[in-house]
Structures are given as C-alpha cells and as structure tokens.
RNA sequence: UCCCUAGUAGCUCAGUUGGUUAGAGCGGCGGACUGUUAAUCCGUAGGUCGUAGGUUCGAGUCCUACCUGGGGAGCCA
C-alpha cells in the first residue's frame, strides 16, 4: 500500500467529510494558543484562505511544538472536523506532526505583520509566501491560461517567434546584444570596428524587442496566430510601468482592417477580464480590501474605484473610439489646456499625446476606456498604413484608466511601394528587411494586429500599481536580483 | 536620463533652531491565560543613524559627492 497522498488546502476548505483522516502539507503562516491548545494557520499556496490546525498540547512534544514557527513547513496526519471556532467552518485536528523544515524566527524576514511592497521587492524570493503575492501569482497564471484559452477558441496560432534576432529594424526600442565574444579582446576589422563576423551567428544579434514581425509572416499562411512571448527593451525607463523583461501578447490578424482590429482587442480584454471575474474571486477580493486599506489615508476623490467594481465596469461599458484629430480638439477646447494646467499645452495637429493628456481623455473627460486611432505618420512606426490623407496612419492605442496604454496596434501597410518608401522616408534599411519585404511581394493582403502588454494587463487586473508587484522577478534598470 | 523626495532597531516610523546616555509601535524571545483568528496581558533583548568626505568646541540633525528606494516626466507595452 502506498503512502496516503496530501491533500490540498482548496480541497480540505470545501469538504464535508468530517471524520475523515488526511495529510496536509505547507508553511506556517500563524501559530498561537495556550498550554492546553495550540492554532497553526497552514498555508500551502492553492488559495488564498489558510486551514487551520488544532493541537492539543499534552499529545504533542514540547520541543517538536517549539519548532513549528512562522515560515516552517510542516507535514500533518490527522482528521477533518467541524470548527468549534467562529473564522472557519473546518479544521484539522493533528494526530502527527513532522515539521519538514525549520525556520529560525530570529532571522526569517517574514513575520506576521505588515510589510512594505518596498521591502517586499528586495525579498522577491520569499514574497509568494505572502497572501498579496500568492494573490498575484494565482491570477497571472489564470490571465495566461485565459488569453490561450480565448485565441484557441477563435482559431488562432500561437507562435513562438526568435527570442534572438539579428534584426534592429523593429524601431521599438534600444537593444540587448547578445554576444560571445570575449569581452576583454573583442575582434576588430581592418577598419577597427567591432567583427561581428567572428561572434556566434557570425552577425551582430539581440534580444528581441518584439515578435510582430515574424508574426506577420506566419499569418501570410495560417491567418490568424498570436504570440505570447517575454519582450526585452534596454531602455533606461524607470517608472512603476515599464520592466526591461517583460510578457507580450501579439495577436496578428489576415484580411482585418482596423475597425476588426479594435473589436478583437475590445473583445479581448474584456474576455480577459470577465475570466478574472468568474475564476479569481477570492484573489481579487482580498486584493480589493488590501487596495482599500492601503488607500483609506487618501482623500474620498484620490481613492480608486473599488477593484471589482471597477473590473465590472469596464465589462459593462463600451470603449470610446475617436481619432487623434477629434482628440486634439477636446484636449485642445478643454479646461485644463484653457487654464495653463497641462505641462505640455496642446497648440493643434502634430504633437504627440502626453500620458497627462491620454489620463484626462480616460480618467475625466470619457471616464472609460479610449481608442485613439488615426495618430500622424510622424510618430508611428514605418508598417502603419497610410491613410488616404497621406497625414495619418491606421494606429491604434487602447488607453485604460491608472495604467495608460495597455495596447498599441495597427492596420499593416499592404502596398509594397508605399511600405518601401515609408522605409525610405525612416531611413530603414531595405536590405536587411527583405524577407519581411517578401510578404508584400508574394500575396500580400490586407491585415493588421496588435501588442498587449501582459504586465500592464495584471496592473489593471490586479489594482497594483508597481509592475514589479505583478511579475515575480522583475527586471528593470541596475535590478537583475533573483 | 531629468525633476522631487527619502534612507535611524528585523519591519514601519518619531527624533525640536546642531547640545549630555537615540525613542515608539509591530515583529522576536521569556512568562501568564482551556478555542485562538495578524489573539490578549506582563516582561525583555535589539541601533557604526545609507557610504565617503567636509563645516563645527560638538553632527542622526548643516554642506558636497556617490549609492539605494519611492513619486513624477520622457521612451513605450
């Protein structure tokens, strides 16, 4: 007969077989009692909710008792009851206890009081043994199974594009050289440059800033297919929004135009959201009363709105589409530009749209989320399709409340001659881009796509407002710790 | 990268116009309590005041540089 397998908290929590014997297993979050009876709140991470454990003291070892301390794991063979308490409706009562692991209270960080997320980042190690952490990690996973789930439903690919690329003509962003040359004696040419030509793909490489491109070759052929892969920029950003690692979704679409472009990502985020709702419950929960607490010391009017409300909202709303143009006129005829408030006024067509600017559209003029489309050629990337204007591109932004923009997509410029003399115009070099240049040679049809930043996504989700809160080991600017 | 701001006990913070021996709460440890819910009550230990210079009779406190955290901006997802 083989050992009796653990059971897991989620399970035991919502059983009714009182009598039964288990075995639990997990960390000790709490203990606390007296000489007759001890409580252990054990927590094993497959929810957010601890099961408690009753010990009745003289059946026990007082020195295995003294080990069982905050952050110890532990083993525990006993039986299912019925609380006799007034928190829980089940509980253990040990028959064994095997402490698996001790953990010295004296120096363990983790103890059972509140903690800073300040503090809780330099830990990053120890953080998913917190309910916040544990938390995050739940609904991230169900936010990646989620956007599987959706695009599999639709038909689409998932692809995984090169993580490694010899292409910068992406103009997302600054790189990350991938390399191995020795760094003490790098080879030189003739001429004294650097001689890529003796590095390890014998070309000069990086980590890719985004997988559209090759996204667009796939979808020549397969029509629908997304990406879902970590993105690297080595810009030195440092704002609770960006990461230099980070997870991006890039669905790319054949024969949609814009406007089916921005019924997918509406559909898609609120598919996203709606999953959240139905599977996270407990999670968003106590992450709404922590978000509650922690803002209680604000003013009524700088409060968030309630997490779950707020999902819901969003759910219930449809999203402002307008163009930057008609943007331009409502920032431009609003009060905070008529009073001088805006640090950057608008004057008219032609600047870009600072983040002061999208916050007013979303957060007070629209009060929800916003689509702006229709942005000038001048600050889009050289794939955007032009307009018949010849001024504006087929761009799009989704802007969300708090976070800014959540997606940038757009109509992909079909026209072999006009792509190559946007090129031009951006001095991208052709040569480099030919095999991407193919796919308007050979069959070339309209289609368009866009990139969802996952991080910025659980932000929203979450009610967190650091993105290093919200992926587990985040990768920023002099932070590669973990 | 720029602007603002902070760094004092394991954590969160207080520390007066520069002045004798740097404080509190939480957490830890010891004790009390027959069912507790981040338990409660009593007691107790714990600090090279971010680093390096400087001003001063005297610096946690003032000045300079640097490091690190946080907020905002730019770049963007």
Redesign the pocket.
């Known amino acids: 007969m083989g050992q009796m397998r653990r059971t897991k908290i989620v399970d035991l929590l919502q059983s009714k077989e009182f009598g039964k014997q288990i075995i639990v297993k997990g960390w000790v979050?709490?203990?606390?009692?007296?000489?007759?009876?001890n409580?252990i709140?054990l927590n094993d991470g497959s929810c957010i909710h601890n099961i408690?454990i009753?010990v009745d003291v003289p059946d026990f070892d007082e020195n295995l008792l003294?080990r069982i301390?905050?952050g110890a794991s532990v083993s525990i063979n006993g039986e299912l009851?019925e609380?006799?308490?007034?928190?829980?409706s089940v509980?253990i009562?040990a028959k064994t206890i095997e402490v698996l692991g001790e953990c010295d209270?004296?120096k363990y960080?983790l103890?059972?009081?509140?903690?800073?997320?300040?503090?809780l980042?330099?830990i990053a190690h120890l953080r998913f043994r917190t309910n916040t952490f544990s938390s995050i990690t739940r609904i991230r996973h169900a936010m990646i199974f989620a956007v599987h789930k959706f695009f599999t439903e639709k038909g689409f690919y998932n692809i995984h594009t090169p993580i490694i690329t010899a292409s910068d003509a992406e103009?997302?962003?600054?790189m990350f050289q991938v390399t191995t040359l020795n760094m003490d004696s790098v080879p030189r040419t003739e001429e004294g440059k650097i001689d890529f030509s003796e590095d390890f793909f014998g070309r000069s490489t990086n980590l890719t800033v985004?997988g559209q491109l090759e996204g667009e070759l796939a979808a020549m052929a397969m029509a629908e297919i997304y990406t879902f892969g970590p993105?690297f920029?080595a810009?030195?950003?440092?704002?609770?929004?960006?990461?230099?690692e980070?997870w991006?979704i890039e669905p790319e679409m054949a024969f949609y135009d814009l406007d089916d472009n921005m019924d997918l990502a509406e559909e898609f985020l609120k598919f996203l959201i709606q999953y959240a709702l139905d599977n996270c419950m407990d999670d968003l929960l106590f992450l709404s009363k922590r978000l509650q607490e922690e803002e209680k010391n604000k003013k009524a009017d700088e409060r968030s709105m309630e997490l779950i409300e707020k999902l819901r909202f969003v759910m219930e709303n449809d999203f402002v589409r307008l163009t930057y143009s008609e943007a331009i006129d409502i920032l431009k005829n609003s009060k905070p530009n008529k009073k001088g408030k805006f640090?950057?006024p608008i004057t008219g067509f032609g600047s870009?749209l600072?983040?002061?600017h999208?916050?007013y559209l979303v957060e007070k003029h629209f009060k929800k989320p916003v689509i702006l489309t229709d942005y000038p050629k001048e600050?889009k990337?050289f794939y955007m399709k032009l307009n018949e204007d010849g001024n504006t591109v087929r761009a799009m932004?989704?802007l969300f409340p708090q976070i800014?923009?959540?997606?940038?997509g757009s109509q992909r410029e079909e026209s072999y001659e006009k792509l190559t003399g946007r090129m031009q115009e951006m001095d991208i070099p052709e040569k480099d881009m030919w095999w991407y240049l193919d796919t308007r040679r050979y069959g070339s049809v309209p289609h368009s796509g866009f990139?969802?930043?996952?991080?910025?996504l659980m932000l929203f989700v979450t009610g967190m407002?650091?993105?290093?809160d919200v992926i587990p080991f985040p990768r920023?600017?002099?932070?590669a710790e973990f």
């Open positions: 979050r709490t203990k606390r009692g007296n000489k007759q009876v409580f709140a408690q009753v003294k301390t905050t009851i609380s006799q308490g007034s928190g829980q509980e009562k209270p004296e960080p103890q059972p009081k509140k903690h800073s997320l300040e503090f980042r330099e103009g997302a962003g600054e985004s993105t920029r810009e030195n950003s440092n704002t609770s929004r960006h990461l230099s980070f991006m640090n950057y870009d600072q983040s002061e999208e916050r600050i990337a932004d989704v800014g923009e959540i997606i940038g990139g969802l930043g996952f991080e910025r407002s650091n993105i290093r920023a600017p002099k932070t």
